[in-house]
């Protein structure tokens, strides 16, 4: 089993910033790829961002490309999510996720989740 706990989230200006991060305990060595999911009030899980265990080029969706940046400390076990020029639509809970195999975008492909941290952007 693994254990994810974000933390982070909170309420910001348009325009502002906030760094989300996640940190995993458990059984940590099957992990490969990180990944941020968000979620608004009535929409679905909607992918925002993952990273493999190697680095290399990360994942984002195309809402977020070039605002949010996502990172990862292996020897940490944490991944984090540096958002910045913030808007209201970012609104969400964001959801951090891990899985075995390499990064994908769908929800169903990963096996552990955390709680979720609240992000609101106000106008």
């Known amino acids: 089993q693994v254990q994810l706990v974000e933390s982070g989230g909170g309420l910001v200006q348009a325009g502002g910033s906030l760094r989300l991060s996640c940190a995993a305990s458990?059984?940590?060595?099957?992990?490969?790829?990180m990944a941020w999911f968000r979620q608004a009030p009535g929409k679905e899980r909607d992918f925002v961002a993952a990273?493999?265990?190697?680095?290399?080029?990360?994942y984002y969706a195309d809402l977020v490309k070039g605002r949010f940046t996502i990172s990862r400390d292996n020897a940490k076990n944490t991944v984090y999510l540096q958002m910045d020029s913030l808007k209201p639509e970012d609104t969400a809970v964001y959801y951090c996720a891990v899985r075995g195999g390499y990064a994908t975008s769908s929800i169903y492909d990963y096996a552990y989740w955390g709680q979720g941290t609240q992000v609101t952007v106000s106008s």
């Open positions: 458990g059984r940590t060595f099957s992990i490969n790829a």
């Open positions: 990273i493999n265990s190697s680095g290399g080029r990360p």
